[in-house]
């Protein structure tokens, strides 16, 4: 149990500000965990502002961009004065998806952006706050991936073959030519999490990727025109609600593992 806010559990969600990230900082509140959320504006987040006002002594709110390492390391500083016991948990979940044209066509500046957004971004607030992790009890970091980023997936579209592991298992094919910035981010996120799973075992750190599945969000919303269907299969609320009971289950046996809401183990 962490002892660092009371008897709650501390945990820190990054992109906050919508979508899944807001949904994890709602459901923890509502379990009576302690929560930092960190956006990029996090004043401007209706949710957030709303969650802060019912739940105003579990909430901090901390303003982060993950794409700029001076705003990551000032949200550090401020956190670990406001928590000098520790964080258990960091939910790094902030990410982008960039624009769905053909992998041929993607543009360079985007690409750049998505890298910095989804792959760097994730690493440098880990190492920003690992001194915080090492304080805490669960020394848990959940990088919020995508089965996009399964290399395995994406290879089974060579020679007219279809995914068996992809969210629609076949029939998302109009999507296996498109977002490689996106989907790159995220196989190299998946690299990250295990390079950093192994480097840190030994101190009792877990890592882990994890597919949210296909969810009804700002971004999720965004492939569903092209897939044929009018939205994602799944709700933020029960992604989220599945997402945290594999979460709550970790060891430290199931670092650096790739895992999708389901619990099922995802092939790299
Ligand atoms: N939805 C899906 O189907 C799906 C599937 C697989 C994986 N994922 C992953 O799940 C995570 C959350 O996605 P979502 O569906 O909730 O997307 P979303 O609704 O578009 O929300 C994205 C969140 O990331 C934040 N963000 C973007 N750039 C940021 C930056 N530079 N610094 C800090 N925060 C930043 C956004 O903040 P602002 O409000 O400031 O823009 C927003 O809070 C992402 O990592 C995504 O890749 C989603």
């Not at 949200?75 to 769905?100: H, R």
Request: net charge negative; glycine share 10%.
């Amino acid at each position: 149990m962490a002892i660092h806010d009371g008897d709650r559990i501390v945990y820190l969600v990054t992109g906050a500000s919508r979508g899944i990230g807001l949904e994890y900082v709602k459901q923890l509140l509502e379990r009576g965990d302690s929560v930092i959320a960190a956006a990029r504006n996090p004043d401007n987040s209706g949710g957030l502002t709303t969650l802060a006002e019912r739940h105003e002594s579990q909430l901090t709110l901390v303003t982060m961009d993950v794409a700029d390492p001076a705003s990551i390391k000032a949200a550090a500083t401020s956190i670990s004065e406001a928590f000098p016991g520790g964080i258990d948990v960091l939910i790094n979940n902030a990410g982008i998806s960039g624009n769905l044209v053909m992998s041929s066509e993607q543009d360079e500046d985007e690409f750049r952006d998505i890298l910095m957004i989804n792959t760097l971004g994730p690493f440098l607030v880990t190492k920003a706050f690992l001194p915080l992790i090492r304080k805490g009890s669960k020394k848990q970091i959940v990088n919020i991936s995508s089965g996009l980023g399964s290399i395995a997936t994406a290879a089974q579209y060579l020679n007219g073959g279809a995914s068996k592991h992809g969210v629609l298992k076949g029939a998302d094919s109009p999507m296996a030519r498109r977002q490689l910035g996106y989907r790159a981010s995220k196989a190299a996120l998946n690299m990250t999490t295990v390079a950093l799973a192994v480097d840190l075992q030994e101190e009792g750190i877990i890592l882990i990727a994890m597919c949210p599945g296909w969810v009804d969000t700002d971004m999720g919303s965004g492939t569903a025109g092209m897939l044929g269907v009018a939205k994602p299969p799944l709700t933020a609320p029960t992604s989220v609600a599945m997402q945290l009971k594999v979460v709550d289950g970790l060891t430290l046996e199931k670092s650096g593992t790739y895992f999708n809401h389901e619990g099922n183990i995802v092939p790299f």
